[in-house]
């Protein structure tokens, strides 16, 4: 099965499920019991494959996460509860105090808070304009330990020059976080510019139904753990290539407890298994949005990758295979923000992205608030920048929804 939609949809199948289910069945244990007492010590110490204790390992999950793998093209997958908790207990396990984060300062609101706070407990973070190789080279010190990126900037739409930050990383011995969130495995795999993890978002394009949180970490297997010294020494046993997602989930979703539900791991997986179908549709619908806006009078810019004059539209030409579902524009100082929104029918009034429905949120006045105005302005998002997360609806009535919006 080489399809990426055939690997995905038939992956479950590649190990035996009880009674010749097609998928998964939910799981909804805790506990696992053994009738020999050395064989539950043997799973506990990793000497043998099996379940100890929910926190940690289910079926359900297990499967997931092996689904995952494939389609990140990577070795092995942690999952967990939100796609917050996957980027905090990565970097929980991996960073001690004294260690120094590059990450791109076009970053998810949610996220940015998370490294303000990890700056404030010891771990320093420079944030930088990662469309340029040379802005986070830069940023290195001495005591840098990882660079962070995110494919597509939300909500501005910038793309961080991956390949580029790839190939620093892997001349100085950087560990590589991307966050493929934006663009999901559809569209891109970072593992093609030496992304040594990748953390994807489960809630937005890999569910797709916004019934489910959830996210995960992939190892890519190509970086080399053995020289990485904030390894545990009861972490460094097997393959030095697996030494890090080890850690990430004995020591970090452990001690965390920021674990998947059953429930949840089986409507991710599920939705899944339309991730292409979903994505090339909302892109589509996307485009042809972008089009319609980069021509109306009461829109001042429209930022999508996917249109000619972005600035990095080469670069995302080059890397994805679609330009993905989510744009912003700004309107023009005499249109009203609350009037044009409240005046959208068929796309919804709401945060989230990557549901099959289109989204619409003002962004300055919702998840990029408690930034401030001085951050917004630093990160470029105008007190009137709208995002859209376009959904799977029929373009037409996407469009003829903008344009009563707009006449009316």
């Not at 379940?51 to 942690?78: C, F, H, W």
């Not at 100082?333 to 044009?340: I, N, T």
Request: proline share 3%; with cysteine.
């Amino acid at each position: 099965m080489k399809g990426f939609t055939t690997k995905i949809v038939h992956n479950d199948r590649q190990d035996a499920i009880e009674h010749g289910s097609l998928h998964k069945p939910i799981h909804a244990n805790v506990a696992y019991g053994y009738a020999d007492a050395k064989e539950l010590a043997a799973v506990f110490q990793g000497e043998k494959s099996g379940y100890s204790y929910g926190r940690q390992v289910n079926p359900t999950i297990t499967a997931l996460e092996s689904k995952m793998t494939v389609m990140e093209d990577g070795i092995a997958s942690v999952c967990f509860a939100t796609g917050m908790a996957a980027i905090g207990t990565t970097m929980f396990s991996l960073l001690r105090a004294g260690d120094h984060l590059v990450s791109s300062a076009f970053l998810f609101g949610n996220t940015n808070s998370l490294f303000n706070t990890f700056d404030k407990m010891g771990i320093g973070v420079n944030f930088v304009d990662a469309t340029s190789v040379a802005a986070v080279a830069a940023a290195v010190t001495e005591k840098t330990k990882m660079v962070f990126i995110e494919t597509i900037a939300n909500p501005r739409t910038q793309i961080a020059d991956l390949q580029g930050i790839g190939k620093f990383c892997a001349q100085r011995g950087l560990v590589y976080v991307v966050d493929n969130t934006m663009t999901s495995p559809y569209l891109f795999q970072p593992k093609t510019v030496g992304a040594s993890l990748v953390v994807n978002s489960l809630t937005k394009y890999i569910g797709g139904h916004g019934n489910a949180l959830g996210g995960v970490v992939t190892e890519m297997g190509s970086y080399d753990w053995s020289n990485f010294t904030n390894i545990y020494p009861e972490y460094q046993r097997g393959e030095p290539q697996k030494w890090g997602i080890t850690q990430i989930k004995k020591k970090g979703l452990r001690d965390f407890g920021a674990s998947l539900g059953p429930e949840a791991a089986h409507h991710i997986a599920m939705g899944a298994e339309t991730l292409a179908l979903r994505v090339q549709r909302q892109s589509d619908n996307a485009m042809a949005m972008c089009h319609y806006l980069s021509n109306h009078p009461q829109v001042k810019k429209v930022y999508y990758p996917g249109l000619s004059e972005h600035a990095q539209h080469a670069r995302a030409t080059d890397l994805f295979r679609a330009y993905g579902g989510l744009f912003s524009f700004e309107l023009q100082p005499e249109v009203d923000l609350w009037q044009f929104l409240n005046r959208l029918q068929v796309i919804v009034k709401s945060s989230n992205l990557g549901d099959n429905r289109t989204l619409a949120i003002p962004v300055a006045h919702t998840i990029y608030f408690e930034m401030g105005a001085e951050r917004r302005a630093s990160m470029g998002i105008d007190e009137s920048l709208i995002r859209i997360s376009s959904g799977i609806e029929d373009i037409r009535d996407l469009l003829a929804d903008l344009d009563e919006a707009f006449a009316r």
